[in-house]
């Protein structure tokens, strides 16, 4: 060969071998580190090219092209873990590793108190950033996911009150779900033998527990006035629980008056006005109240039934006789101070 063949040749093949440096180089820069840091959420069955869209977007990426093909040809296409996550630029490998299950997605945990609502607990996940609106509608017209044992339309009083760890793509159904399979951890065999022997539905067991949740002032108060409210209901008395005036209104408790006529409001709520259970649980009972109904303490140290009660200077005062009563309360809660 010539020499100056020889020499073209050398150009040619240092020429080929610089421009693939170059687009080596150039490549590893698309795939490397950027410096930024974001809060990207990637959706259930996301496949790899949207990941590489939604990465690209928050700056996370320069190429989304050349990450989806990673991902492909990798095989973590298929590993990709969905949920909301707060990551680093700190290049493609490393973020396809996060993204595998490198990390974990970013979870909210809430406790939802006794004694609350399904619009209060609505709020609350609308707050962490969750579908409370969703959650509300399907609270309230639950469809195929209501139980058997549940009566009322809605699921009100079976979204048990505990803490709970969600991811934050977590679903309405599956917000739902949790409270409800927290709920039926409480229907034990001896739960449901005791509901047997005291000739009670689920439905009547969890109505009467939310009035006896939101009435009293204490977990050691539960037991007393599941107490009263049982002797009523057996001798046919109106229970007249304030709450379920109060639930019937869409008011919190300090907000009824009897001024204003609230008492006197015209809804199967009201157990001023009709006899027996409402509808359904006006609130949502902890297992406190729950088991309050099962183990009701019902009648005095003389053996005589409770039949009413009431809240002054933070105790719990309890009659078995209409006059006892009248008498107390103008002891303690109409005397001056």
Request: proline residues 7%; hydrophobic residues 45%.
């Amino acid at each position: 060969m010539p020499e100056g063949s020889r020499t073209w040749l050398w150009r040619g093949v240092l020429a080929l071998f610089v421009t693939f440096a170059l687009l080596l180089l150039y490549a590893l820069w698309l795939m490397g580190p950027t410096g930024k840091e974001a809060m990207v959420r990637i959706p259930r069955g996301a496949r790899g090219v949207e990941v590489a869209r939604v990465l690209e977007e928050a700056g996370l990426l320069r190429s989304a092209y050349l990450f989806a093909a990673y991902l492909r040809f990798s095989g973590r296409e298929r590993r990709l873990v969905p949920g909301v996550y707060r990551l680093q630029g700190d290049g493609a490998f490393r973020l396809a590793r996060a993204l595998t299950g490198g990390e974990k997605p970013l979870a909210v945990t809430l406790t939802f108190p006794e004694g609350q609502r399904a619009v209060d607990y609505a709020e609350r996940l609308s707050q962490a950033g969750l579908d409370g609106e969703g959650f509300l509608r399907l609270a309230q017209d639950p469809g195929a996911l209501k139980p058997p044992y549940v009566e009322a339309k809605g699921l009100e009083g079976y979204l048990f009150p505990a803490t709970y760890t969600f991811d934050l793509l977590a679903t309405p159904e599956e917000v739902v779900r949790a409270m409800l399979r927290r709920f039926e951890a409480e229907l034990t065999p001896p739960v449901r033998r005791l509901l047997e022997e005291r000739n009670l539905s689920v439905h009547a067991w969890v109505t009467l527990a939310s009035i006896v949740q939101v009435e009293a002032g204490s977990e050691a108060e539960m037991p007393k006035i599941a107490g009263v409210f049982l002797n009523r209901l057996e001798r046919g008395m109106p229970l007249q629980a304030d709450p379920t005036v109060a639930y019937a209104l869409g008011k919190s408790l300090p907000e009824l008056s009897r001024r204003a006529g609230d008492f006197a409001v015209d809804s199967p709520y009201n157990t001023y006005r009709y006899r027996g259970l409402p509808p359904g649980p006006i609130a949502n009972p902890g297992r406190a109240a729950l088991l309050a109904v099962l183990n009701p303490v019902r009648t005095d140290e003389k053996g005589r039934p409770y039949l009413y009660f009431f809240h002054a200077k933070g105790r719990l005062f309890l009659n078995a006789d209409f006059e006892g009563h009248l008498k107390d309360l103008a002891r303690h809660r109409y005397s001056s101070p």
